[in-house]
């Protein structure tokens, strides 16, 4: 699979913070998010652990919109919180960030950059 079409994921444990940047459009995205949304779940097994998702993405594709959702709705319980960065000029990247919010009950920042 072509690296540029893969997003770029890192979880700052201490933080409690997902990345999730670049371009997420492979094929299979459920066998590509399997580890992270795993590792979430480890991570929240402590009660007191917050997730802050951080999306920084170019462009992704609707398997990866699956994904996310999945991702999302790990934090609905625990009051977690997803933060959407997008370029001030793609509206159409601010409104896909605003259906995946209708979608699940955790609260979105939308960042303009």
Known sequence: MDKELLPIIKFEESIGTLYISGVSMMENALDY????????????????NKVIIDFNLSYFNSSSAKQFIQL??????????????????????????????ILVDVEFEFVAE
């Open 33 to 48: 998010y399997l580890v992270c949304k795993n590792h979430i779940d480890t991570y929240l097994s402590n009660s007191d």
């Open 72 to 101: 999302l709705s790990k934090i609905e319980n625990n009051k977690g919180k997803a933060i959407w960065r997008y370029p001030e000029d793609n509206i159409i990247l601010h409104d896909r960030g605003r259906e995946l919010e």
